[in-house]
């Protein structure tokens, strides 16, 4: 008789079905459960690892006492990931300071890494809300410490007339934008007056004169102009001992002229108002790269500082400097007088920045190429 119980059939099947899920459970799931830590003496604190993106919820990464991490799901993971928190990769930038206002410098700079072929073109460009093109310049490179570590570094003016509001500094190629950082331009008023000129300086601010235009085509050559070299990093110091001040950086003037028309233009430096024979001294290490008379700004010495970076002095009695002479910061350039247009003795002491004229005060508060000061607004954006 043929033995067809399905009971016993039924229990021998449950039986073999239980052995084959204990004998998955201890050949599969167990050894995937993650052992126990045992911290021991001196043993590190385990580290978690969480991958994302991959169909689940993270996974923890595991070790052993004091052996590397291993992530167990991850077979494609051989070496193990550095104990220390990664070091960041990758260029980066600067821009500062982020809040300035019109008529103030500004620093750009970028890491050495990002240097390449092309680099070299970089400028970097200051855009206003509306897209407009305020001001630019070319970078240079910068040694920041012994061991060699460079930078690529402008320095840039807001202008004078800038709205105060939020600003773009772009680091572009020739078509090609490489980096947008932000900066945060404040209004910023300015003092207006009106200057009655004499016959003598009527004469000099308006009778059409070649000579003229040749020496400001000149001025601007010079001005224009981005070197390599670095005289001074330092803060600016005023050239002349007196606190005096008879005109702005950015006054708005009307000048009256003596057929009773006028003019308006804006006054690009600080007018100190001393009597003629005091000493003017360089406001920091340089190079004399110009030094005689001209008809509107009389007896004048220019100083460049830093790639792009220039000071000027004007109206002086006398010059003691040569065109080409390497200066350090506090040399005696000349005295003060009132030669060209000037309706009394007084310096004239401007700077500009890549063709901009340039708030002088701001020199003195800060220095514009300070090592540690560009190590540590360099990031990462
Ligand atoms: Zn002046």
């Given at each position: 008789?043929?033995?067809?119980?399905?009971?016993?059939?039924?229990?021998?099947?449950?039986?073999?079905?239980?052995?084959?899920?204990?004998?998955?459970?201890?050949?599969?799931?167990?050894?995937?459960?993650?052992?126990?830590i045992i911290a021991g003496a001196g043993a590190e604190p385990s580290r978690e690892n969480t991958r994302q993106g991959e169909g689940g919820s993270g996974t923890a990464a595991?070790?052993?006492?004091?052996?590397?991490?291993?992530?167990?799901?991850?077979?494609?993971?051989?070496?193990?990931?550095?104990?220390?928190?990664?070091?960041?990769?990758?260029?980066?930038?600067?821009?500062?300071?982020?809040?300035?206002?019109?008529?103030?410098?500004?620093?750009?700079?970028?890491?050495?890494?990002?240097?390449?072929?092309?680099?070299?073109?970089?400028?970097?460009?200051?855009?206003?809300?509306?897209?407009?093109?305020?001001?630019?310049?070319?970078?240079?490179?910068?040694?920041?410490?012994?061991?060699?570590?460079?930078?690529?570094?402008?320095?840039?003016?807001?202008?004078?007339?800038?709205?105060?509001?939020p600003m773009t500094i772009r680091i572009e190629a020739a078509n090609r934008v490489i980096k947008d950082l932000p900066v945060l331009v404040g209004k910023r008023a300015f003092?207006?007056?009106?200057?009655?000129?004499?016959?003598?300086?009527?004469?000099?601010?308006?009778?059409?004169?070649?000579?003229?235009?040749?020496?400001?085509?000149?001025?601007?050559?010079?001005?224009?102009?981005?070197?390599?070299?670095?005289?001074?990093?330092?803060?600016?110091?005023?050239?002349?001992?007196?606190?005096?001040?008879?005109?702005?950086?950015?006054?708005?003037?009307?000048?009256?002229?003596?057929?009773?028309?006028?003019?308006?233009?804006?006054?690009?430096?600080?007018?100190?108002?001393?009597?003629?024979?005091?000493?003017?001294?360089?406001?920091?290490?340089?190079?004399?790269?110009?030094?005689?008379?001209?008809?509107?700004?009389?007896?004048?010495?220019?100083?460049?500082?830093?790639?792009?970076?220039?000071?000027?002095?004007?109206?002086?009695?006398?010059?003691?400097?040569?065109?080409?002479?390497?200066?350090?910061?506090?040399?005696?350039?000349?005295?003060?007088?009132?030669?060209?247009?000037?309706?009394?003795?007084?310096?004239?002491?401007?700077?500009?920045?890549?063709?901009?004229?340039?708030?002088?005060?701001?020199?003195?508060?800060?220095?514009?190429?300070?090592?540690?000061?560009?190590?540590?607004?360099?990031?990462?954006?």
């Amino acid at each position: 008789m043929k033995y067809n119980s399905p009971l016993i059939h039924t229990s021998q099947k449950k039986i073999l079905l239980k052995f084959f899920w204990l004998t998955f459970f201890c050949l599969f799931i167990l050894p995937l459960s993650p052992p126990r830590i045992i911290a021991g003496a001196g043993a590190e604190p385990s580290r978690e690892n969480t991958r994302q993106g991959e169909g689940g919820s993270g996974t923890a990464a595991f070790r052993g006492n004091g052996g590397p991490a291993i992530d167990p799901y991850d077979p494609v993971q051989i070496s193990p990931p550095p104990l220390s928190p990664a070091p960041e990769k990758g260029p980066r930038f600067a821009a500062f300071p982020e809040n300035l206002l019109p008529g103030e410098p500004l620093t750009v700079a970028y890491s050495d890494d990002f240097s390449g072929p092309g680099s070299k073109d970089f400028r970097a460009v200051l855009i206003d809300s509306g897209g407009r093109r305020l001001a630019k310049a070319a970078f240079f490179d910068f040694t920041l410490d012994e061991a060699g570590q460079t930078v690529k570094a402008a320095i840039l003016s807001v202008p004078r007339s800038a709205p105060g509001e939020p600003m773009t500094i772009r680091i572009e190629a020739a078509n090609r934008v490489i980096k947008d950082l932000p900066v945060l331009v404040g209004k910023r008023a300015f003092i207006s007056e009106t200057i009655a000129l004499d016959e003598k300086n009527t004469e000099i601010r308006t009778a059409p004169d070649p000579k003229k235009t040749g020496e400001a085509e000149q001025l601007w050559a010079i001005l224009s102009r981005t070197g390599p070299d670095i005289f001074s990093g330092a803060l600016f110091t005023p050239p002349v001992t007196s606190t005096r001040r008879t005109g702005f950086f950015g006054d708005r003037r009307v000048f009256q002229y003596v057929d009773g028309s006028s003019e308006t233009s804006i006054h690009t430096g600080i007018d100190y108002g001393v009597p003629k024979g005091a000493a003017v001294r360089a406001c920091a290490s340089g190079k004399v790269v110009l030094a005689r008379s001209r008809i509107v700004t009389g007896n004048s010495v220019v100083l460049e500082h830093l790639p792009g970076v220039y000071s000027l002095y004007y109206h002086l009695d006398s010059i003691e400097v040569s065109k080409g002479d390497i200066v350090d910061a506090g040399v005696l350039l000349g005295l003060s007088g009132a030669t060209g247009l000037a309706t009394g003795p007084h310096l004239h002491w401007e700077i500009r920045v890549s063709g901009e004229y340039s708030d002088p005060d701001a020199f003195m508060r800060r220095a514009v190429l300070d090592k540690d000061e560009i190590l540590s607004n360099l990031k990462l954006y």
